[in-house]
């Protein structure tokens, strides 16, 4: 298989722009210029079909894909990403979208008589040693630290190493389990190295005003939080003080020590938010890398056989520089009575109280504030001294990549592990 037949297949992998030859619109043509209509048509079908229900196999893509020309193929991939990027709650719709296309591409490799090269080209193009297994039918051979990269988020059992065929520095794997390994290479390449493209003003507003009826379907395509683990929806708008300064701070692409790194994953986990909405907190801070940052949420929340970690008490906290008591916007103050608040637990839950008592009441104002807490009430305080656990892993993350409009430009091998 050819380079060109392989991105033309997989218009999101490095080099695909050399498909464009001569054709090099601006960002503003593709937006505009009616003879891009095409194209946008396209990406416009692509976005809803990631984010919607997977794609089955071969056949089942959408017509408008396989008529395609392969530089209106990549050309569509672009404006697919000014969509995701412009979208609301871009964070959670890209990561959403990087599923998506993942899948797709998963469904592409396994569709019955997918040449072995095409598994093996496009394993290269995302800098993976992977080769096609001798004197086997469609088993692979993944070199050890290819595997050990690819399998680094996947937590599963069936991707332990010790589980697997290992000989000589080679890893045999069956052609269903290639796939599923090479879908969380598509996935990790484009949450590290893709998504999220950063446009500028100007232009997110012309593809804001263009594009609004898609950016709703979008908008329901990839929903807010999961219930709470509190028995109501979720209320960030209720979050302690210090969970919502760590949260800005990440969002506006600020560096968070370790200890409210954890601390923010171990509280998010607490109040019942489901790890991808985690993972989506840390999508601004500097290096952020989604596999890493998964990796270590996801240690976060299984901790204890499921029960997670909890998140360190205020007086570690505020040992840690991390309080930000001053902030406290509840009325009367939360935070400056210990005995009520001991860990950022308790701050959530007392405001949130009353809407778990009113549960069967419609989804709250959010600007509402669930009333004060009665005087010492501590009764569901986390135990004493179940602060940051000296084993707690890490939330190290990187920067949100910034990828060139040019999706064949990217950074070398190994970015999944770099911290
Ligand atoms: S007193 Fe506790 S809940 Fe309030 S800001 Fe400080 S650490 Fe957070």
């Not at 008591?325 to 405001?351: G, H, I, M, S, W």
């Not at 504030?369 to 939330?395: I, L």
Request: proline share 9%; charged share 25%; with cysteine.
């Amino acid at each position: 298989m050819t380079d060109a037949a392989l991105v033309a297949r997989y218009p999101f992998l490095p080099g695909s722009s050399d498909l464009l030859g001569d054709l090099r619109p601006s960002l503003q043509d593709l937006v505009s210029d009616p003879g891009y209509e095409p194209v946008r048509h396209l990406a416009r079908e692509e976005v809803i079909a990631a984010l919607g229900a997977k794609r089955g196999p071969e056949g089942s893509a959408p017509s408008t894909f396989d008529a395609a020309r392969p530089e209106e193929r990549v050309l569509s991939f672009l404006y697919s990403r000014m969509l995701v990027a412009v979208a609301p709650s871009s964070q959670r719709v890209a990561r959403r979208w990087c599923e998506g296309v993942a899948s797709s591409a998963a469904s592409q490799l396994g569709r019955p008589g997918a040449p072995p090269e095409e598994w093996t080209g496009l394993a290269s193009s995302l800098d993976l040693e992977v080769i096609a297994a001798e004197g086997t039918s469609g088993h692979l051979s993944i070199a050890l630290p290819s595997y050990c990269r690819l399998s680094s988020s996947l937590r599963e059992d069936r991707f332990r190493l010790a589980r697997q065929d290992l000989r000589r520095g080679w890893v045999d794997v069956a052609p269903a389990l290639g796939v599923e390994l090479l879908e969380e290479a598509v996935r990790a390449y484009l949450s590290d190295e893709v998504a999220l493209l950063r446009l500028d003003p100007e232009l997110q507003s012309g593809i804001k005003e263009r594009e609004g009826e898609l950016l709703s379907r979008v908008s329901a395509l990839a929903p807010a939080y999961t219930p709470g683990g509190f028995g109501q929806v979720l209320r960030p708008d209720l979050f302690p003080p210090c969970m919502k300064q760590i949260r800005s701070s990440l969002d506006h692409g600020q560096n968070v020590p370790h200890a409210g790194r954890f601390a923010l994953a171990s509280f998010m986990n607490k109040v019942g938010v489901e790890v991808d909405a985690i993972v989506d907190a840390y999508r601004g801070a500097p290096n952020f890398k989604e596999g890493l940052t998964r990796y270590q949420v996801t240690q976060i929340a299984h901790h204890d056989g499921g029960e997670g970690y909890t998140p360190p008490d205020c007086a570690t906290m505020a040992s840690n520089g991390i309080c930000a008591k001053q902030l406290d916007e509840a009325r009367p103050q939360l935070c400056a009575d210990p005995a009520r608040v001991r860990n950022p637990l308790n701050y959530y839950r007392t405001r949130t109280r009353s809407l778990v008592r009113s549960s069967s009441s419609p989804s709250p104002s959010p600007t509402s504030d669930a009333g004060a807490p009665k005087q010492g009430d501590a009764s569901e305080a986390p135990k004493a001294g179940t602060g940051e656990p000296n084993a707690a892993p890490s939330t190290s993350t990187g920067p949100a990549s910034t990828p060139s409009p040019d999706p064949a430009r990217r950074t070398p091998a190994g970015a999944h592990r770099t911290a």
